[in-house]
């Protein structure tokens, strides 16, 4: 995923224009992970462990019984971006000057 944004960087107009595009993708995907991570974990430590997988949602009773089903989603949309965001930060901290000469700071 890290190498699809390296290389879609590539096709921006400018060094300008990577830096910028690696810095949003990367806040975004700091903010996605912790939007997902922290809520995800928490919720799972307050059902004690009994978590459901999505195609269970029929089964759910009760009014806590929705958390058992969304500590998991959110734990499968933040654990991907806590790997993404320094990836693309490693990228941009490249793009950024780090390399002078290099392929990736080049206009």
Do not use: K, N, Q
């Not at 699809?4 to 700091?30: I, Q």
């Not at 992970?33 to 089964?59: H, K, N, Q």
């Not at 958390?67 to 490249?94: D, E, T």
């Amino acid at each position: 995923m890290v190498a699809l944004f390296g290389v879609a960087s590539l096709f921006l107009g400018g060094h300008g224009g990577r830096r910028m595009f690696l810095a949003v993708v990367g806040l975004c995907a700091a903010f996605i992970a912790v939007v997902g991570t922290l809520p995800g974990l928490f919720l799972w430590w307050f059902r004690g462990g009994e978590v459901r997988r999505c195609c269970d949602w029929r089964t759910v009773r009760g009014r806590a019984g929705p958390l058992s089903v969304g500590a998991p989603v959110l734990m499968r949309v933040g654990v991907p971006a806590l790997v993404l965001f320094p990836g693309v930060f490693g990228l941009h901290y490249l793009v950024g000057g780090a390399g002078y000469g290099s392929w990736l700071y080049g206009d």
